[in-house]
């Protein structure tokens, strides 16, 4: 796909002023020739790209949707060293990271990808981006408990985004299991807004995310989206 050249080049150096002025002063050249102009399209994986002399390289983008096990955590560092997701990705020579979070205790769909702008917009409420989880809760709510959170609480002095929230099936009165849908993606909103209303949460797993879906992935496994998929998403939220 053909992109300014600034734009491109701002994928390296950060600051699209820079870039720019790295351009009018002639020290870019596409294919060997100098190119001084800022309208100026080039393809970054088949143009040849120099900047001073040197050649630039854009990685690819890539996607990877992964069913995150209990027991690992999103984050790169981790001062108890427990176990991260990262690592079930293998062999990847790009470094990726993770859209949004699970929390340790938590399992299910994880996306990993380099894509920034892709990203931001994913965890962007204003996007309305929807993900769903599966969830087991302590205890059995009455409908005013669902209906209050499902449009919205106050958790740590902000109002939730209002949700849907469904019973999928109910053990008696000692646990419940529900289907929760939100467009937001606070810390641990889900166990926080049952736990408000006294009812914790056992077990929690988000099984989609917008267009995708966990389908019959394993649990620790993963796999690269294809292009209908990562075009599907990159629509849903304007790009």
């Keep these: 796909m053909r992109e300014r050249l600034a734009k ?13 002025k790295l351009i009018l002063d002639g020290l870019v050249k596409i294919n060997g020739k100098a190119a001084r102009e800022l309208w100026l399209k080039v393809d970054p994986f088949l143009d040849e790209i120099l900047v001073s ?23 790169l560092k981790d001062p108890e060293r427990r176990p991260r997701a990262f ?40 996007y309305k981006i929807k993900k769903v989880y599966q969830v087991k809760i302590n205890g059995v709510p009455g409908n005013d408990v669902i209906k209050s959170l499902s ?28 289907e929760v849908i939100l467009f ?17 949460v056992i077990s929690l797993k ?18 690269f989206l294809n292009f209908q998929e990562v075009n599907i998403l990159k629509k849903s939220v304007g790009l």
């Design 184 to 200: 937001e993606g606070r810390n641990r909103q889900i166990r926080k807004m049952f736990e408000k209303f006294k009812y914790p």
């Design 87 to 126: 690592d079930l990705i293998k062999d990847l020579n790009i470094q990726v990271f993770n859209v949004g979070r699970l929390d340790y205790d938590s399992e299910g769909l994880l996306l990993f990808t380099n894509d920034g702008e892709l990203a931001y917009r994913l965890t962007h409420p204003k």
């Design 8 to 20: 491109v080049l701002a994928k390296i150096y950060g600051s699209r002023r820079k870039c720019e």
């Design 206 to 223: 988000r099984i989609a995310l917008g267009n995708l879906s966990l389908r019959n992935l394993p649990s620790g496994k993963y796999r």
């Design 151 to 178: 449009q919205g609480i106050k958790l740590e002095g902000e109002k939730t985004i209002p949700c849907k929230i469904k019973f999928l099936r109910i053990n008696s009165k000692k646990d419940a299991w529900l």
């Design 53 to 75: 002399g040197h050649k630039i390289i854009i990685p690819r983008k890539v996607y990877i949707l992964l069913n995150k096990p209990k027991g690992f955590i999103c984050s």
